[in-house]
Nanobody, 123 residues
Framework: QVQLVESGGGLVQAGGSLRLSCAASGRTFSNYAMGWFRQAPGKEREFVAAISWISRTRTSDSVKERFTISRDNAKNSVYLRMNSLKPEDTAVYYC?????????????????WGQGTQVTVSS
């Protein structure tokens, strides 16, 4: 059974940083793309960043220059480094995994999902 477990969320002041981690089990994701999405209260789930099996990345314009996605295949994990956080970044952040190596910014393109980790940015 495939499991994705996020960690690293929390409460941070505006301008601060957090590093989210996503540990996968039940499947080796080194040949597959992984992504991060977020969902704020009352809003739809939105794409944040994704990384292909060869570590090619794509990032949403809303977080570009501030957020960086990376992966460690030896640990079967993917990370999201978030700098210069803003109150509008407050959301539940979800890790997701695909069945192919290329990335997509569409949530429907991801088969596996974690339970999410809360990120709250205070002003």
């Amino acid at each position: 059974q495939v499991q994705l477990v996020e960690s690293g969320g929390g409460l941070v002041q505006a301008g601060g940083s957090l590093r989210l981690s996503c540990a996968a089990s039940g499947r080796t994701f080194s040949n597959y793309a992984m992504g991060w999405f977020r969902q704020a209260p009352g809003k739809e789930r939105e794409f944040v960043a994704a990384i292909s099996w060869i570590s090619r990345t794509r990032t949403s314009d809303s977080v570009k220059e501030r957020f960086t996605i990376s992966r460690d295949n030896a640990k079967n994990s993917v990370y999201l480094r978030m700098n210069s956080l803003k109150p509008e970044d407050t959301a539940v952040y979800y890790c997701a995994g695909r069945d192919v190596g290329s990335t997509t910014d569409l949530a429907d393109g991801y088969t596996y999902w974690g339970q999410g980790t809360q990120v709250t940015v205070s002003s």
